[in-house]
């Protein structure tokens, strides 16, 4: 069961041990602040939503435990930019899928670790 949200809750961090976290077809149109008390977040989908761009302005916060990514299905992203993912260190796998408007992915969106 889904239910469309635009808001969410000013604080995860009653949720110190959460994982997994969907947030599907919630009507988002920025990424919740309150992401970045996620801190053992290993997985993380925002398919569905409208948010338009992921940048600076609207980055991921610090989640080094977040592995998998989802952005599918966002039909009104148009960028991501200049780091709009760089602050996820741990990002293992990122979806992106029937994204049509997606035109462009900056060179330094995304952050690249050498082991």
Known sequence: MHHSRTAFPKTFAALRHLKKL????????????????????????LDDNPIRAIDRTNAFPNLKMLREL???GMLNLT???????????GLESLYIQNCWKLGRIEEYAIAFTVR
């Open 70 to 72: 989802s952005l599918r």
């Open 22 to 45: 969907n947030l599907t077809s919630n009507q988002l149109t920025v990424l919740p602040k309150s992401l970045e008390e996620a801190r053992t977040l290993e997985y993380l989908s």
């Open 79 to 89: 960028m991501i930019g200049n780091g709009g993912l760089s602050a996820l260190t």
